[in-house]
């Protein structure tokens, strides 16, 4: 697919959105359109079966650009903020697993790609925050939601109201990374985990997101009770069968099988 600003690839199941919009990959509202069809783009190829966030440069995404939002009539930066909820909610919503590979920078927007992925690997190096009141603004691409639903509301409110950037330990420590690693082991660790994801039963994996996803805006047993159908809904696939007898004959699983 072409991209102005985004590098779009698939390769060994893995989907790779690279945002590229030097120098410090701000989202205009192109990007933010091209980020919502790469990822109607991962959700039609069968063969993605993880998608990978990143960036190159100072920065994974130091926020939104500036020069154009300070010409926003409300009504345009209204659709601003709907064509960032649409793209974000794509990340949230995909069906397969999707890894942000944080380096430098990942500020108001950045900071908001970063939550609405399923998992979030840092560079040691990073800096990450929700700055927008120092603008004037508040986060308008679902910052005040998933920061709250990610850390906590009090966290949140701080992280928010302060607008202050915090650094990787301090991001790990309240649960705003899964993972901190040395810069120059970003890409190869986060290769590493979407290798290991992509080898796992593919329809077992979306329906595992499904199931957390669900869970969260309900009560315990609404989620439990998606979880035993979504058990049930494995065996209409041949996954568990191919699953089950490698794991016994001491075996990889070829999960091409389950589609003949």
Request: charged share 25%; aromatic share 6%; proline share 4%.
């Amino acid at each position: 697919m072409d991209f102005k600003y985004l590098a779009v690839r698939k390769e060994d199941g893995i989907g790779w959105l690279k945002v590229n919009r030097p120098p410090m990959n701000a989202l205009s509202t192109e990007v933010v359109l091209e980020i919502e069809r790469a990822m109607d783009w991962f959700a039609r190829e069968d063969d993605v079966m993880v998608v990978v966030i990143c960036a190159d440069g100072k920065a994974f995404v130091a926020g939104a650009d500036i020069g154009e939002m300070s010409k926003f009539t409300p009504m345009q930066a209204r659709e601003f903020a709907r064509n960032g909820h649409r793209a974000l909610g794509k990340i949230a919503s995909c069906e397969k697993p999707v890894i942000a590979a944080v380096n430098g920078y990942a500020l108001g927007g950045g900071c908001e790609i970063a939550i609405a992925c399923d998992i979030r690997v840092l560079a040691d190096t990073v800096k990450i925050g929700q700055p927008e009141v120092s603008l004037g603004l508040i986060p308008g691409f679902g910052g005040t939601q998933r920061l709250a639903r990610l850390v906590g509301p009090g966290i949140a409110k701080e992280l928010i109201y302060t607008a202050d950037a915090i650094g990787a330990a301090e991001a790990l420590r309240i649960g705003l990374a899964n993972k901190v690693v040395p810069a120059d082991k970003l890409m190869e660790t986060v290769t590493d985990m979407a290798k290991k994801i992509a080898a796992k039963g593919p329809t077992a994996v979306k329906l595992a997101k499904a199931c957390i996803n669900l869970g969260q805006d309900t009560d315990l047993a609404t989620g439990n009770s998606y979880e035993v159908e979504a058990f049930g809904v494995c065996f209409s696939t041949k996954e568990p069968a191919i699953g089950t007898s490698a794991f016994l004959a001491k075996q990889k699983p070829d999960w091409k099988k389950a589609k003949e």
